[in-house]
């Protein structure tokens, strides 16, 4: 038995893949790379990359929540961009979820498919 436990939500779709949503590890919650679907629908939620990253924001806070974390105890973010001129855009949007002092981050252009972003975190909530 892993010295672990795997964090979904309830009413979430399991993963397509063979990963957990969430893991909380000691004081630490790694949150997987989340995407801009409705956690219930599975759908995609909006055209452009505003949307689409908030979207993904709240999917990221939602399973922060389900582990007993929240977004200012997040400590590292990678944010990954299907076009890197959304950038701008997309840290807007991420000022509305994240306040000084702000997680380390990084943000890198990917080949995203049919998405436009998606972001993975890790917060830290102390020793369990």
């Known amino acids: 038995m892993p010295n672990w436990s795997s964090i979904s939500l309830p009413a ?4 397509k893949g063979p990963y957990s949503p969430a893991v909380r ?4 919650v790694y ?7 409705d956690p219930i629908s ?4 909006g055209a452009d ?20 974390a929240r977004l200012g105890d997040v400590v590292s973010v990678s944010v990954y961009l299907q076009h890197v ?7 807007g949007v991420y000022k509305e979820f994240f306040v000084t002092p702000f997680p380390s981050r ?10 436009l972003v998606e972001i993975n975190a890790v917060a830290y909530i102390g020793a369990s």
Do not use: C, H, Y
């Open 25 to 28: 590890a000691g004081g630490f």
């Open 12 to 15: 979430a779709p399991a993963p």
């Open 85 to 91: 001129d959304d950038w701008a855009a997309m840290n």
């Open 42 to 45: 599975g759908e995609l939620v």
């Open 31 to 37: 949150v997987s790379g989340q995407t801009p679907r």
């Open 106 to 115: 990084t943000a890198v252009g990917a080949d995203l498919r049919d998405i």
């Open 49 to 68: 990359i505003a949307t689409q990253t908030r979207q993904t924001l709240l999917n990221v806070k939602a399973l922060l929540e389900a582990a007993g």
